[in-house]
């Protein structure tokens, strides 16, 4: 089955900083994606970033990239240069299969705080 | 604005009313999604529509939820005989046809009271 893992539920950065925060997945599937997504207080979700299985480099989106290690199962989001308006919730989701529904899978987020 | 939208953004009902929420997705998104999402939990999948089919329900939805996008375009959530545990944001994404990026709208945040 499917699943997602953020292990960090709360983090500190440094204004202008750089912060990594973590993602685990665990999927059979060969084919899949993976996304970030930002949620400040006001409820919506903000797409960041997005990484296929497939890909053979890392996405990268302004200040934010995606390290990707495949073998480890791992797709932690690196924002660089943090700022104030980056403190919010951020979710790492999956979608698995390619003929299917593209439904995405969440992980439990985690709250990243940037400190002036 | 070209987003998603979604109306109402909150709502407080009694237990035991029913509450209708409507989505509207980006044009030309032919696909869309609701999800709903606790208090401190990612969101959670509920039912899928491709144009006005819906394809797939999460066991998250009872028989008291229907869902229903009738011309492919806009799309509603009803939920009936509310119960406190229903109390969640409900959000409404969309995307183009067989791409990976799904668009979120600003949500409805239910209250049963």
């Known amino acids: 089955a499917q699943k997602i893992t953020q292990t960090q539920p709360g983090m500190f950065v440094q204004e202008k900083e750089a912060v990594t925060l973590d993602c685990t997945y665990d999927t059979s599937d060969p084919s899949y994606g993976l996304f970030w997504y930002k949620q400040p207080s006001s409820g919506e979700m903000i797409f960041l970033i997005y990484q296929g299985s497939y890909d053979q480099q890392n996405a990268t989106e302004g200040r934010y990239s995606l390290n990707f290690q495949k073998a480890r199962k791992s797709a932690n989001l690196v924002i660089s240069a943090s700022q104030l308006g980056d403190s919010a919730m951020y979710f790492c989701?999956?979608?698995?299969?390619?003929?299917?529904?593209?439904?995405?899978?969440f992980g439990s987020g985690t709250r990243l705080l940037v400190r002036p | 604005d070209t987003g998603v939208s979604q109306d109402p953004r909150h709502k407080i009902t009694k237990r035991g009313q029913n509450v209708t929420f409507r989505c509207d997705p980006i044009?030309?998104?032919?696909?869309l999604y609701w999800y709903r999402q606790t208090l401190g939990q990612g969101p959670e999948f509920l039912t899928y529509f491709q144009n006005e089919a819906q394809l797939e329900k999460s066991r998250l939805l009872s028989d008291r939820f229907s869902a229903e996008r009738p011309k492919g375009s806009f799309s509603t959530l009803e939920i009936q005989r509310t119960e406190q545990g229903d109390s969640a944001m409900y959000l409404c994404a969309s995307s183009f046809p067989r791409a990976d990026t799904q668009y979120f709208g600003p949500g409805t945040r239910l209250t049963v009271l």
């Open positions: 989701a999956m979608r698995e299969g390619e003929d299917s529904s593209y439904k995405l899978i």
């Open positions: 044009s030309e998104h032919n696909r």
